[in-house]
């Protein structure tokens, strides 16, 4: 029986993750878990990118570990570990680097995005290398799928070029490396509540931590179809942030909602606190997984120095093969 194919999927340590990372990324984790052999990345030093302060980078590291575990990603399974602390990854983004040219880098459209939101004049090489490292993170593992939101399908394309690239020059009868796919889900991006990308930078976001309270506070403020100012006046569902929502917490009731929104019978103020209930509930196994988690601190250090172990042993095997097929040996 041909054994499973493997996933390698990553997220940089921006802090405490939102609801948009558990819809959008984690629950795909979790779900691929029993079908895929998983290793789950911390791209801490992807984080240098946009912000050279690390002092909070261990922090946050270890709050986003967390949230994966909450989330339900078995320990044992799927190893969990943090970049800078498998040398391999620098050393083969410094080899790969060789085989993309810095054009291609810079039609990167991530990229462009990014230059264009934060208003950068100047980008570091590191930034437009991004990609390159992304690449050593997938390969070096040589994930052959890749979960993803769609904004990094980009990148796993440069990553297949590169592998394509490495195999063709060093070892073309043999491949070395796969060409990764990217996989991505229905609610790869959930919408935040004003209806733009959910992001902490906008404050946008409901935290997998808020509480009850907090949540229903944040759900008050969503937008909902503009035309529709008081119960009574019909909506339009399709234009509704609101609506996604229940089509994604609250799937049973979306047609009736439907039907009553575009009627007029139901209220905006209503249909929030019906999906607010939904979030709640979605979230209230998860809160109870974070507090063990949180008030067993040793138990995820542990958990993480048994992932950078394992992460290690196959790194270091992949960078035998490439020594060899690049006779460096
Ligand atoms: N670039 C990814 C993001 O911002 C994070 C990431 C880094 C990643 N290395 C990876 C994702 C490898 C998948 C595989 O979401």
Not at 104 to 109: A, D, K, Q, S
Not at 120 to 143: C, R, T
Not at 280 to 294: A, H, I, N, T
Request: proline share 6%; aromatic share 6%.
């Amino acid at each position: 029986m041909p054994g499973k194919k493997r996933i390698l999927s990553g997220m940089r340590p921006t802090g405490k993750l939102h609801l948009g990372h558990l819809v959008g990324a984690l629950e795909n984790w979790v779900n691929l878990q029993s079908e895929y052999e998983n290793y789950h990345l911390i791209a801490d030093y992807h984080a240098l990118t946009t912000n050279l302060d690390s002092s909070n980078i261990y922090a946050n590291s270890f709050d986003m570990l967390i949230d994966w575990l909450a989330a339900g990603i078995d320990p044992k399974s799927s190893p969990m570990f943090r970049q800078s602390q498998v040398k391999e990854h620098a050393e083969l983004q410094l080899i790969f680097s060789m085989l993309v040219t810095t054009a291609r880098l810079e039609r990167n459209p991530t990229l462009k995005e990014q230059v264009r939101d934060l208003e950068m004049e100047n980008i570091s090489i590191g930034h437009l290398g991004y990609p390159v490292l992304q690449a050593a993170d997938i390969l070096l593992y040589k994930g052959e799928v890749v979960p993803v939101g769609e904004d990094q399908l980009p990148h796993i394309e440069i990553t297949r070029e590169i592998a394509r690239k490495f195999n063709a020059q060093y070892s073309p009868s043999q491949p070395v490396f796969p060409e990764p796919e990217g996989k991505i889900t229905r609610f790869a991006r959930l919408p935040g509540l004003d209806g733009k990308r959910m992001s902490k930078s906008i404050g946008n976001t409901i935290l997998l931590s808020d509480s009850p309270d907090v949540v229903q506070k944040k759900m008050r403020t969503a937008v909902t179809d503009p035309q529709k100012v008081r119960k009574g006046d019909p909506g339009r569902p399709e234009i509704c942030l609101v609506y996604t929502y229940h089509q994604k917490f609250n799937p049973d009731e979306t047609q009736a909602i439907e039907q009553d929104c575009r009627s007029g019978k139901l209220g905006c103020v209503d249909c929030k606190m019906k999906v607010m209930q939904k979030v709640c509930d979605y979230l209230s196994p998860f809160r109870d997984r974070r507090q063990y988690y949180e008030s067993h601190s040793e138990e995820v250090k542990d958990i993480l120095r048994d992932g950078e172990i394992r992460a290690k042993e196959i790194a270091h095997n992949t960078m035998t093969e490439v020594h060899e097929a690049m006779k460096l040996g």
